[in-house]
């Protein structure tokens, strides 16, 4: 990456991706837009089209997404397990619309571009759903399952001209959400309790979680806190993080086990007895990378791909109400009791997510990860071109991230 030698200078990471015919290139400040549950960032973006090229057609954009909801080799008889939907469309060049507020990162691209950048920007509908993707198995084909947002532009002579392909190009994005400022106080706890059939005294099960929100990466304890007044034993304890998702349009609901652990330290815990334990699991993708079903936040060849983070809605509705793939996090806490006795369970909920950006915890996570970017950085370096007079460095979009295939 081209490093300038002036102080307190930040360069400015831009995305671009040209069609194959070379003549219309399409520049973006970021891929990544940032769901605030009252509204979502906008897609802002240029233009650019090579001087005679149209002819007196036009240019055209769209925000399409794409939500699969079974295998695509499932599909037979005209069968399809996909929704495709255009949530925004407009004409570019000339613009059709009226004037466009102009975002910064516009007025810096229009600026550097000349008269040639052509800007452009689309609005998310308010419901609609974050980018997630299932993890596909071994014997999967086809587009993994999951929620998909694309922005497309076309040359053609009316809107629905789309069959020249040299002169499209598309450009995948990812609608995203953060945890809030402050993680807040309430630490979720459960308490739960089984008693047996011809025998007395019940046996008690408390758990609790040090905090409400965990970001990724973070270790989830759970504190845990047995009362054996029966007159069974607890053989063992097993302690599990699962992901729960909900696939809103086919009303599936499934969950996996992302972390576990099994003990018998402090066991049998025998009738009068009592225990507490603590309990540390860290939820990651790259521990669950052959588990189909897997929500993760992205595709499986990122190198900084996550678990999905958990679906949060607006003050007054139920994450039930949410479309598209909805996904949660407990922890689930099992005593087996032997083969008589049965299972005492419970589940305590807990939200993960990644930390606003800014904050100090964003911070942390970021200086976390340096450690681990030398190849990258080496990548970086041969495929960033860097601008001196406005501190902007272009990377093309083609990759979007280090071993993922050109689009």
Do not use: W
Request: aromatic residues 8%; hydrophobic residues 35%; proline residues 5%.
């Amino acid at each position: 990456m081209f490093v300038l030698s002036l102080a307190n200078v930040v360069a400015v990471k831009v995305f671009k991706k040209t069609t194959p015919n070379g003549k219309v290139t399409v520049y973006l400040g970021k891929r990544d837009f940032v769901d605030h549950i009252d509204h979502t960032e906008p897609i802002d973006g240029v233009i650019v089209v090579d001087n005679d090229y149209l002819k007196g057609r036009k240019v055209y954009g769209q925000l399409a997404t794409t939500y699969r909801f079974g295998r695509e080799e499932d599909e037979v008889m005209g069968v399809k397990f996909s929704k495709e939907m255009v949530l925004a469309k407009d004409q570019i060049v000339p613009a059709a619309s009226k004037k466009l507020e102009l975002t910064p990162i516009q007025e810096r691209l229009i600026k550097k571009l000349g008269p040639n950048a052509f800007p452009f920007t689309f609005q998310f509908p308010q419901a609609s759903p974050c980018s997630v993707t299932l993890q596909p198995g071994d014997n999967d084909e086809g587009k993994p399952l999951g929620v998909e947002y694309t922005i497309k532009t076309f040359v053609g002579d009316n809107p629905e001209d789309k069959s020249h392909k040299r002169s499209a190009v598309a450009l995948a994005i990812k609608k995203i959400q953060f945890a809030p400022a402050s993680r807040g106080r309430r630490l979720p706890s459960s308490l739960v309790s089984k008693g047996f059939t011809f025998s007395q005294g019940k046996l008690n099960l408390e758990v609790t979680l040090d905090k409400e929100i965990y970001y990724h990466g973070e270790k989830v304890t759970a504190n845990v806190i047995i009362t054996n007044n029966s007159r069974k034993d607890v053989k063992n304890i097993k302690c599990y993080i699962v992901q729960h998702c909900e696939v809103t349009m086919v009303n599936a609901q499934f969950s996996k086990y992302v972390a576990e652990l099994e003990t018998r330290e402090g066991c049998p815990v025998t009738p009068g007895a009592s225990l507490t334990k603590v309990f540390y699991l860290v939820p990651l993708a790259s521990n669950n990378k052959d588990r189909r079903g897997i929500a993760l936040d992205g595709h499986l060849k990122d190198d900084d791909v996550n678990l999905a983070s958990s679906t949060m809605v607006e003050e007054g509705r139920a994450p039930s109400e949410a479309m598209g793939i909805v996904v949660s996090y407990s922890v689930r806490v099992k005593l087996n009791c032997g083969t008589l006795g049965g299972e005492l369970v419970t589940d305590v909920p807990f939200k993960l997510l990644h930390p606003a950006p800014g904050s100090s915890e964003a911070e942390k996570v970021k200086a976390m990860k340096k450690g681990k970017s030398v190849d990258r950085n080496k990548y970086e370096n041969s495929h960033y071109a860097g601008d001196d007079d406005d501190n902007i460095v272009f990377e093309d979009f083609a990759r979007l991230r280090l071993n993922e295939p050109d689009e």
